[in-house]
């Protein structure tokens, strides 16, 4: 195979509504149904996308990959930070390796923390997500198991920390550090 042959040319731009039944069905094709029973899913169910975070990868009309992000909390009795959950990242089986899921995981972090955002939170394999400043969240816990390992977080600066338990947030909007402090 000639190495042009390899070459991708692609766009990464906003999600909008009318691609979301072809993104579900490439998430389908690429996790099966089995997503369905993941901790991570009781995150998204009923929720809407954040659509000025979420992102695709098109070549023409062609959709190549997705990434979604969603709103959440996280509350430890004191304070509750709404922040941003990533994923599924998806990008279809053929096109791997191209850079698309890179492209598109900075396009929404890149999104998030222009929009105020403190934090980014995802159910991922460390070794994939490391290198975009991801690492291990210590005191966060979700609805459900979820291997410790694969809770990761990106913060928007250092000596950022949340802790405390994560939910659904009720709006599909985030404001810029909504960060609440009962004890005020």
């Known amino acids: ?5 390899l070459a991708l ?17 490439l ?5 099966g149904p089995g ?7 009781r995150l998204r169910e009923g929720a809407r996308i954040l659509p000025d975070m979420s992102f695709v990868a098109l070549d023409g009309d062609h959709l190549l990959g997705s990434v979604r992000m969603w709103p959440i909390s ?3 009795g ?12 998806v990008v279809d089986d053929v096109q791997r390796g191209r850079g698309i899921g890179k492209a598109l995981i900075n396009a929404c972090l890149e999104a998030a923390f222009a929009k105020g955002l403190r934090a980014v939170l995802l159910v991922g394999t460390p070794g994939y997500f490391l290198p975009f400043g991801f690492e291990k969240a210590k005191g966060i816990s979700l609805p459900g198991p979820v291997d410790p ?9 250092p000596g950022l920390a949340f802790t405390g338990r994560v939910s659904k947030a009720v709006t599909a909007s985030l404001e810029p550090r909504m960060n609440t402090n009962r004890h005020q």
Do not use: W
């Not at 040319?9 to 069905?25: A, K, M, V």
């Open 1 to 5: 195979m000639a190495l042009d042959a």
């Open 9 to 25: 040319d692609f766009s990464i731009s906003l999600e909008t509504p009318d691609l979301d039944q072809r993104i579900l069905e």
């Open 27 to 31: 998430t389908d094709r690429a996790f």
């Open 35 to 41: 997503r369905y029973v993941k901790t991570a899913e």
């Open 74 to 76: 996280i509350d430890n």
């Open 78 to 89: 004191e304070q509750s930070e709404r922040i941003a959950f990533l994923g599924p990242i």
């Open 149 to 157: 390992n694969r809770l990761m977080i990106r913060y928007s600066q």
